[in-house]
């Protein structure tokens, strides 16, 4: 039965000449068994950081309009080049920018949201026999103004697009042919996972497998479009992919799918905060109004009327976001605050959790058998965090992915 | 009184980020005494060329609708550089792409030819206060295709927008400060012409003084936009500068304004034709058809019932144009058919000549003096072009440039 395909293909997949005849390929392979195909595009690898290197040379602090304007040119590059080898190959091709496409956004620029797209005009192209090749990472506002949907946003294009066309599946290549247990490059024994939920992918991705950009599987979770992750520099099409679909048709559900883990974070603590309603507003309230974004957040009851509050924000932020709590802790009248950014979080991520109880002290006894200190618990319904000194990250890691039994077929 | 100013910017002027400040200084100085000012950019100097060769990698025989796509990137890589860098000074400006300043064109892909602009946005921007930074050289079609207009159409959409807008006056800055009597390079003693008319413009041009698009004159010409040429090189606003405008606007109407020569043309002639009705039509129509444009046609009447044709054609079409002659020439029973593509074309250009008998003869007379022959003669209302051999061309501008008292104050 005959399929609508939508590719994605990331910068190195686009990087020179020969890769870019390496993609014509592969979708005229696909199109030759039957099935149409869209193909969302990145720019050339290196491409965007030219672009940005020449932005900040004139003005690194000018308006994310115009920005916008220069660094869409990447994408609208690569999807002409691979019409042109579509061409030369003897497969007709048509490109879309953003625009063009009907890639609807707000306008928050540098950082989009699509909010619609208006495929019928692609869908004429692809009942008259066509690729159609769409600049992923841009889209437009309601006053014609060209926007981005910020790095890794082509991830996002092809979901939105897939399911603005109705497309059967939405085949994401990068340079990995898939999601692993854990990162093979830390543990060798991490096995690669040939199908998984589209929950249990967003818990893996917004907890640092960097596979998937996580506002595309929040889309594709949200209109359940399967996603395939796949590696173009695989030869056939019949190599290893990662299939992320629906909790439904996952057959075989496992406890504990992979381990995720984020060196990225770092830690701050208050203590000693008088416990009155409205507190935890007053202390993550101006660490949010300075666009820092807070991650994990654990208060513990404390004695005498006061409390503790420990939370996580990114690495980069560790040291504004410390000036601003301790003005915080003046006005609150906490004790103290402090803070630690040599840490990292580790997560074991599985949809099984659900129904068994037990994982979370496994997952301790497991730490513990190893003598690593916890100082930060947070759980969901589908995953359990825990951040430990950064030292002990890839012990962490590797007795976890051993623990769960990840390393067995 | 405060105007309203269209600047155009070439590659060289916008070539590097150092260029790019100095073009948003000028246009500041512009702001400063009061005027009104929309900008047009042409791609950095190399980056076209560097997309084309990208093209020529892939498919040098791809659709023109996919690369006029790629080539468009390179002005809107600098209209955003250029928005940034008048941000960066405090000037308030915003860019507009060919689709979104609204240059209509038709869809003849790679020279597209603009059909209305629709202002109404950038007037709205303009009464805001802000710099309009539109990209030349690109226009979109009524199916929202990108399309460019070839080579140097950056100046047509300067004029274009000039008249769309109803600015005071259209200013192409160039590497030159004008229009010269002749090519200073080959004739030391050339003088700079501080104003000449829109027709005078026109015939220079097409004659090979490659300082203004011809598109462009015709278009300011059609529409009586006066254009300004002047460096982007000189430091100050005061420099020198060439006024292209009416005639009427023209105080001083002098014999010979100037002399224009073109060194890239071939001549083909084919001898004893039978003189019929529609031979001429026989023997140019197989050229057009092979879309080889003819430029100079001269029909010598013959004895005995025959007739001889000369034309001229591009040196690179030579080769191509002969053969097809021989074909033709069999096919009407001609005597004979040669050519010579070691020829140049030099023109005396003025419209004093409209009311002044004898010019071309002092221009005969002139060529005589120095024993240059000439093989084929042309003339139009304000212009008398003559073909000599190549290695005469110096010899008969330098002649031609005294005879006419060029060099002359």
Known sequence: MSKLVVQKYGGTSVGSVERIQEVAKRVIRYRERGDSVVVVLSAMSGETNKLVSLINEINPNGSAREKDVILSTGEQITIGLLSLALEAKGCAARSYTGTQARVMTDNAFSKARISEIDGSKIKEDIAAGKVVVVAGFQGVDCDGNITTLGRGGSDTTAVALAVALEADECQIYTDVDGVYTTDPRMVPEARHIPKLALEEML??????????????????????MPIRVLSSFDEGDEGKSTLVTREEDIMEEVLVRGIAFNKDEAQLTITGVPDQPGVAYKIVGPISDANIEVDMIVQSIGSDGATDFTFTVHRNDYEQAKNILSETAKKVGA?????????AKVSIVGGGMR???????????????ENINIHMISTSEIKVSVVVDEKYLELAVRSLHEAFGLDQA
Not at 335 to 343: L, Q, T
């Open 203 to 224: 818990e893996m991705a917004s907890q640092g497998s960097k596979v998937l950009q996580i506002r595309a599987v929040e889309f594709a979770h949200k209109y359940n």
């Open 335 to 343: 004790e103290n605050c402090s803070g630690n950014d040599k840490i």
């Open 355 to 369: 129904s068994h109880a037990g994982v979370a002290s496994d997952m301790f006894a497991a730490l513990a058998k």
